[in-house]
């Protein structure tokens, strides 16, 4: 596992000041880079360990491109190059391309070329995997799903039927998309199951991490558009919409229904109420409250209390229940010392 | 996949207004409906939307049957109906009623009559499946574990060792259920592990959603009784108690030894601390922060701040931490003010 | 299953007060047990039930030893007792330790003596099993991953490549170690994926709940310390180091690369912030939202507004939103009253 540098630039777009045939075996932190290694700084604080670092390549912006005496790959957006860098050094070996002969696999499957199926898979009726396509030990795919060129399921991945992905997805260990979203009409005292007959559509280069579940819609489709990036233990409910480009961190949960634009960053561990609409580039910070739609592109939204000391804590969570009588009584008080300084004035003058 | 108006209108009670004869082939909503669909309309806000709508039959409340002129079924509830009229169609292909050469069962299972084992499904000792239970592939059975008549399991659960369903459960996949509950005890600065010598008693008609934890109890049950529905991403803790028909939505997480009463509704993210009670008919807004019982049956609870645009956020927490210290200085002024007012109306007289 | 209280004596240093030579065959409570029981109290506001226990022996601290008139075990800590007490019962039954035929072992895995294997475990290449490893069905061991002696993988459990397990872990069912962290950089309005170079490694005695999920690390190792125990439901990103001997509770998500001293509680549904700073001894009770370093050793942090019933809250999150308003509005009283104070007092004097 090695590139040059010269490719890596010309991958990028970036700069070389220095020795272009430098071979890149490795990617590390500034303080433990070896010979072999890049580097690369985003964060002008880390400028200084610099400073004896003994990278082979560092990637700099271009205003801090002499701060390294080895060799620098100038680039405007250092933390791009580093992405790009990483894809030459998975720690997963090479897939061997093959079908175990372990996975279960119905006789309708079409099989594009060059896919792998490990261990234990099962595959159902009607399934169509494209081109390249690499699925883990105990995975299952239900029937009628469709996968796109290049996806991976990675080991025990669940697939319900009818699901369909995109191209180059990656859905990780646990994931479950496509079982049944949550409906039931009150009937008396009891609930009556609503029979979930839509589907879940998934764009191209989504990627869902582990154990997150995507519900199927109760009527039509969930969809999660392209370059939607989902992280683990993430809940998406049936019907959810959720735009192109779109990152949620995890543990979040969406309700049933919700629209959440193109460009949005959701924070870890929020939780939106179903029925909502989430307006494009809205930013939401770790463990918000969202109870209502948010309207205004491009918005930052946040709530919680923070973290105080729990003695502190508790003296204030009990004034936050009086918080409304509070704000009446400071309403009179505003109103009387109004008065009291109008009367003043008068007598004043 | 359909069904007759006429079938439709026995099983719920409903009334015909127009074609009985006419056959109903898929659900669909008012904007999009095509011949053979039925539509359903519970909110008025809708009903305009039957002007030009090319449903078969749309199912009305008495008060709105007048709203569209095609085949009406009359009905209180049409929810209800289109909960009913959805189990006409099932996403998922019909199984077939066979045991998969792959499952691994041990010779001691005890399977009853129809019932569908899927691929690579594991079975441990002395297991018991009762008539039509359908078992998803991969999904693993801990022994001694029973479950009643028409349990599915979806693809790969778990189901640790004693687990006892009732009838016709469904268990969504990735769910782990019987697994150790959380239990350690100090010694020193480590922790002794608990053996979890319980199990887990779930009831009839329960249903529990994809990638849920349901953990065994320390001794005796956690329990979970007939009607209970949860939905996915939830943590039961163990010793738990839940009761008929309470509703749980995705991403709870419900403390060890907790009680929760009858026909409850909890919302999503709830968390609950452990060792509480909560009583029956209780509902909980989503990401309440429940840290003690809740004994007033049928009452609703809430917590959070809501969402703010972040600045404004940022300022308001800031004051919340600040609360006890700014309650003590209006309760000072309240009464400073009222010395003042005392003394003005004294002056005054 | 049994043991003699002679045994458990000596094991925990107890003094047996009574029939050393009496048989211990189960657990329970003082309400329910029957001749064979142990029972153990710790609160004494349960001594009263020992009046009429059958127990055929109770677990009582020195100062309430002669609250029972049976045999009694003496000792500090009864909840420890009953830890160790605990370890005769297991519900499940003794593993038979054989490798299954079904399962799918790569040739070059090196598995120690007195390993199991059950049935559809898939292991890949260059994985090391210790001695009295028990695997157990349905899961998948990446390539190149260690597990040390005794460790126990329950059904349905994903290590990915190159994770290292110490000694007598038990990783629950549906636990994901080790697969990707989340990491995107920006390129446009799109997301260049950052492969994960790194990977995750496990202590001594550490304990995964189930459905929790583990990433590996970007760079480096994602480090979990010897005697951690962790609940069910729980997000850990890439690179967060947790010390010895914490404990983390159900449903929480902890961000990247995070660091949490050792002995640390930390409560249900806590979510943490990446890239901070967690002293040793830190106890964070349960939702609190911790999104700035906790740098006080030992202290105790909560966050939420606690429950109130609906209307109530409803109101009050009204005037959170306007508590910096509030806040300003009562400065500016308390700035008049003294004011009023001051001239009164001038006028007094």
Redesign the interface.
């Known amino acids: 596992m090695s590139v040059t540098l010269k490719e890596l630039a010309e991958k990028t777009n970036g700069i070389i000041k220095g020795d272009e045939s430098c071979l890149i075996e490795?990617?590390?932190?500034p303080d433990?880079a070896n010979k072999g290694d890049l580097c690369f700084i985003t964060d002008p604080k880390w400028l200084a360990a610099l400073e004896g670092c003994n990278a082979s390549v560092v990637v700099l912006k271009d205003e801090h491109k002499d701060y390294f005496k080895g060799t620098v790959l100038v680039h405007e957006?250092p933390?791009?190059v580093?992405?790009?860098v990483?894809?030459?050094?998975?720690?997963?070996?090479a897939v061997e391309r093959s079908i175990?002969p372990?996975a279960?696999i119905h006789e309708t499957t079409m099989i594009g070329n060059n896919v792998s199926i490990?261990?234990?898979v099962?595959i159902?009726?009607n399934v169509t995997l494209a081109d390249d396509c690499v699925i883990?030990?105990?995975s299952?795919i239900?029937?009628?799903s469709s996968l796109g060129v290049a996806c991976q399921l990675?080991?025990?991945v669940?697939l319900?039927?009818?699901t369909q992905l995109g191209e180059r997805c990656?859905i990780?260990?646990?994931v479950?998309v496509g079982?049944?979203g949550?409906?039931?009409?009150?009937?008396n005292?009891?609930?009556?199951?609503?029979?979930?007959?839509?589907?879940v559509v998934i764009g191209n280069?989504v990627?869902i991490?582990?154990?997150?579940?995507i519900?199927?819609a109760?009527?039509?489709s969930t969809v999660i558009h392209n370059?939607v990036?989902i992280?683990?233990?993430v809940?998406i409910?049936h019907n959810v919409i959720i735009g192109?480009?779109t990152?949620i961190?995890?543990?979040c949960?969406i309700?049933g229904s919700t629209v959440i634009g193109?460009?949005c960053k959701i924070g870890?561990?929020v939780?939106m109420?179903g029925h909502l609409e989430i307006a494009d580039g809205v930013?939401?910070?770790?463990?918000?409250?969202?109870?209502?739609s948010?309207v205004k592109s491009g918005?930052?939204?946040?709530?919680?209390?923070?973290?105080?000391?729990?003695?502190?804590?508790?003296?204030?969570?009990?004034?936050?229940?009086?918080?409304?009588e509070?704000?009446k009584?400071?309403k009179k008080?505003?109103k009387?010392?109004q008065q009291?300084?109008d009367k003043d004035h008068g007598s004043d003058s």
């Open positions: 490795g990617v590390s932190s433990k957006n933390y791009y580093y992405a790009v990483s894809q030459y050094f998975s720690p997963y070996p175990h372990s279960v490990a261990a234990n099962v159902e009726q883990g030990a105990g299952v239900g029937s009628s990675r080991a025990n669940t319900h039927a009818n990656i990780h260990s646990g479950v079982d049944d949550f409906g039931f009409a009150p009937n005292d009891q609930w009556q199951r609503i029979e979930q007959m839509g589907n280069d990627e991490g582990a154990n997150s579940t519900d199927r109760a009527i039509n370059g990036k992280d683990n233990l809940q409910g192109e480009n990152i961190v995890a543990c949960g309700g193109k460009n870890g561990a939780g109420a930013m939401i910070t770790g463990m918000s409250q969202v109870t209502g948010l918005a930052s939204y946040s709530s919680g209390t923070g973290v105080s000391e729990t003695g502190l804590w508790r003296r204030n969570i009990v004034r936050f229940k009086q918080l409304n509070m704000a009584t400071v008080l505003d009387h010392m009291i300084i």
